[in-house]
């Protein structure tokens, strides 16, 4: 009888809980695509890129097929540049590239394939690629950041006539034309940039030890040198004339490094004195253009410029 | 017999200090391309072993005083994996000869470890001549 009860017991428990097999105490949530963009790029514009790099993965997951698969790939890209990871940067632009060509995307991709050359100081290999969308693409507004960037880009080589023509080069309705405008004009004025000669500064360091360096401003470095030459020279002729062979000739050997290195030290430092009077000039230059502000609240990938005051 | 001694000399210092060459010569496009990332020789040099020594037992007891970052015997260590034997010593020489204050007029000063240094890496000092790696994108 005992078991019986038990039995009903069981029975009315299993009964009920299949009566309403849909309760549970969990909630489920719905991933809509339009929100998990948003989420992204939210971290993007805060400056969480790693967040912002699983959340647009996380998008492509779900998503596969969306419309906005290509600016979600794309953003991917971006976020790694914003990272100063220029290398996966590259490696993204490069998929999406490959992967939808032709289109306004793969345009924006390469230009920032470009841009991460020009934020790492790899001025020859920006230059080449800003070259080729001014020459190729037919989107003009690309045209014109690629021709405005090239302008900089050329700069930094110190090539001043060509970076105002690149200047020159974007086109009145841009609304980069007003900048553009105003740095082709200065960016003329590099060619009367102060600037030491290489070539003079390692001659001169090579007749007299020192003197290279007083070519470039550096008097107390040039002493440095001259001393340190003269010390070794004259440790290895007194070691010679003392029959003190062995000894002489690790002092010549180590008065050939010395001789050498002064000659290598000039000729730097006439470089980076060229190089610090470029900065200051390109420094107070305004650059308009901020790659960080490339997106759009809807997904879409576009233009948009710093201005500063 | 003088000169043959002379000449022993030279050739066993150059022995020795030519003995491990240059760094990998294959690696050097990653290094320009990454810029902080150094080629890391399996085998020291013998100037980088007497750097190592410096650095250990001199430097150690010495004190930083260096106003430069990297510290010279980091900046060498360095020069010497990324460019082998002779231009890293030449980088070497160019460094002790221009580390006083002058230099603070051409570079960029950083805090390290509290104070204020004179930014000072490999790369400001070979950008001049040191190539780095292929463009992909180029178009042939």
């Known amino acids: ?135 190729e693409y037919p989107d003009p507004e690309i045209r014109n950041r690629a021709a405005y960037r090239l ?74 040198a001259f001393l340190l030459n003269g010390l070794f020279i004259w440790a290895a002729y007194e070691s010679f004339h003392e029959d003190l062979d062995v000894l002489g000739s690790i002092l010549a050997f180590m008065e050939l490094g010395w001789y050498s290195g002064n000659i290598y030290s000039a000729v730097n430092s006439a470089h980076k004195y060229n190089k610090a009077v470029k900065n200051d000039f390109l420094r107070s230059l305004q650059d308009r253009l901020d790659v960080g502000m490339f997106t759009t609240r809807e997904g879409h990938v576009g233009l948009s410029l710093r201005f500063t005051f | 017999m003088k000169p043959l001694r002379i000449l022993l000399t030279g050739l066993f210092l150059s022995a020795a200090f ?47 005083r260096c106003p430069s970052y990297p510290t010279c015997s980091s900046y060498s260590v360095q020069a010497f994996r990324k460019h082998g034997f002779v231009m890293g010593w030449l980088m070497t020489v160019d460094r002790l000869i221009h580390e006083g204050r002058e230099e603070a007029a051409v570079s960029p000063r950083i805090l390290s470890d509290g104070k204020v240094k004179i930014y000072d890496p490999v790369e400001n000092n070979d950008f001049w001549w040191h190539r780095s790696e292929q463009n992909p994108h180029e178009k042939n």
Not at chain 1, 158 to 181: C, G, I, M, Y
Not at chain 1, 194 to 208: C, F, M
Not at chain 2, 37 to 43: D, F, L, M, P
């Open chain 2, 18 to 64: 030519f003995s491990n060459g240059p760094a990998a010569r294959g690696d050097e496009g990653s290094i320009a391309s990454a810029n902080q990332h150094e080629t890391v020789k399996e085998r020291p040099g013998f100037a980088e072993r007497l750097l190592s020594i410096y650095r250990d037992h001199i430097s150690a007891v010495d004190g930083d």
């Open chain 1, 151 to 224: 302008g900089w880009t050329l700069m930094h080589r110190d090539r001043w006539k060509e970076a105002s023509q690149a200047f020159h080069n974007v086109v009145r309705t841009s609304p980069l034309s007003q900048s553009a405008w105003d740095l082709s004009r200065k960016s003329l004025l590099g060619e009367t940039l102060p600037s030491k000669d290489p070539v003079t500064a390692g001659v001169l360091a090579a007749a007299l030890p020192g003197l290279g360096h007083a070519y470039t401003n550096r008097y107390k470095d040039g002493i440095v």
């Open chain 1, 1 to 135: 009888m005992k078991r019986i009860r038990c039995s009903g017991f069981l029975l009315i428990l299993i009964l009920l809980s299949l009566a309403d097999p849909c309760r549970s105490d969990g909630s489920e949530a719905i991933i809509r695509s339009d929100e998990q963009l948003r989420l992204a790029e939210e971290a993007l514009e805060k400056g969480e890129y790693q967040r912002a790099v699983v959340e647009l993965e996380r998008f492509l997951h779900f998503f596969p097929d969306d419309e906005k698969a290509p600016n979600a790939r794309y953003l991917i890209g971006l976020s790694y540049l914003k990272a100063k990871q220029y290398e996966n940067a590259r490696n993204v632009f490069d998929a999406v590239i490959q992967d939808y060509p032709g289109t306004a995307v793969s345009g924006q991709a390469l230009f920032m394939i470009a841009e991460s050359y020009y934020m790492q100081g790899h001025f020859e290999k920006a230059e080449v690629i800003y070259t080729r969308i001014v020459e």
